[in-house]
């Protein structure tokens, strides 16, 4: 079970948010081609390490958050607004 501190209601259990998806992705520009959607609608990386993921707060404040997980411990580095820069550990600090 994770733990996620949401920066508005405090700490809560992962049964309150839903994963919202990947938050490194970045949408093509309009003249991208068909391949370049494709890409960014259908094919996600699978990493062993530490991700950007969006995870909104349905049981609480409804907000999208920007959390940094370990997708092999599910140990959470950082939470933050959407719109947060939010500091990555080292490749090597877990791996
Ligand atoms: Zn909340």
Sequence with gaps: ??????????????????????????RPAADAGVDAFASYVFERDNPAGWHVE????????????????????HEIAAVGEANDELRIPDAGAKS
Excluded: N, S
Aim: hydrophobic fraction near 35%.
């Design 1 to 26: 079970m994770l733990r996620i501190a949401c920066p508005h209601c405090g700490p809560r259990d992962d049964v309150e948010f839903r994963y919202r998806g990947d938050a490194t992705l970045a």
């Design 54 to 73: 969006w995870w909104q707060h349905v049981q609480g404040c409804r907000r999208v958050l920007k959390v940094v997980r370990h997708t092999l411990t």
